[in-house]
T-cell receptor, first 114, second 112 residues
Framework: DAGVIQSPRHEVTEMGQEVTLRCKPI?????LFWYRQTMMRGLELLIY????????DSGMPEDRFSAKMPNASFSTLKIQPSEPRDSAVYFC????????????FGPGTRLLVL | DQQVKQNSPSLSVQEGRISILNCDYT??????FLWYKKYPAEGPTFLIS?????DKNEDGRFTVFLNKSAKHLSLHIVPSQPGDSAVYFC???????????FGTGTRLKVLA
């Protein structure tokens, strides 16, 4: 398996622009997680899905952030409008939960908002 | 308010010696604990885990210790190798949530 795939790997945009990050989880995994990594706060969980349904979005920082999972093999995290403080590395992870299953992370998208 | 803390942002160790990375948590309901390793420009990868019913788990050079009364987790790497140089994150899971709460990470540098 190719692992969790994220695109783009790098994104540079200007403040106010819309940003869309994409994720393809590992085939067969039924949980998908979006994280954000910053120096100050480390890895923060933003939202997670089970069987394409959002379960917990309490980590989404503001209404500017939204996430969707239209099918089992694709998810998006959208920021609209983007702000400089959104600059971070965004990771997608997936897992197959039978109890104690670990999460497998993608390589991340490094976002810079100017 | 950080529920999971890694108070040492960085650590340097000589090759062959023991590396000890520490993690403290505040929520006594956490019942599953993990360590992830992260190389630059890559996603974190799972290293080792322990459930709350145990106090030690070993996997080769890596051992995780759990002290529930102190709410403290540690990772021992023996012997340390230059390839172990990475950022290490501890994570805690609250029961029934499938949510990992990560610490801020400790950058380990193993000197040859």
């Amino acid at each position: 398996d190719a692992g969790v795939i994220q695109s783009p790997r790098h994104e540079v945009t200007e403040m106010g622009q819309e940003v869309t990050l994409r994720c393809k989880p590992i085939s067969g995994h039924d949980y998908l997680f979006w994280y954000r990594q910053t120096m100050m706060r480390g890895l923060e969980l933003l939202i997670y899905f089970n069987n394409n349904v959002p379960i917990d979005d309490s980590g989404m920082p503001e209404d500017r952030f939204s996430a969707k999972m239209p099918n089992a093999s694709f998810s998006t995290l959208k920021i609209q409008p983007s702000e400089p403080r959104d600059s971070a590395v965004y990771f997608c992870a997936s897992s197959f939960r039978t109890g104690g299953e670990t999460q497998y992370f993608g390589p991340g998208t490094r976002l810079l908002v100017l | 308010d950080q529920q999971v803390k890694q108070n040492s942002p960085s650590l340097s160790v000589q090759e062959g010696r023991i590396s000890i990375l520490n993690c403290d948590y505040t929520n006594s309901m956490f019942d599953y604990f993990l360590w992830y390793k992260k190389y630059p420009a890559e996603g974190p990868t799972f290293l080792i885990s322990i459930s709350s019913i145990k106090d030690k788990n070993e996997d080769g050079r890596f051992t995780v210790f759990l002290n529930k009364s102190a709410k403290h987790l540690s990772l021992h790497i023996v012997p340390s190798q230059p390839g172990d140089s990475a950022v290490y994150f501890c994570a805690c899971e609250a029961p029934g949530t499938y949510k990992y709460i990560f610490g801020t990470g400790t950058r380990l540098k193993v000197l040859a």
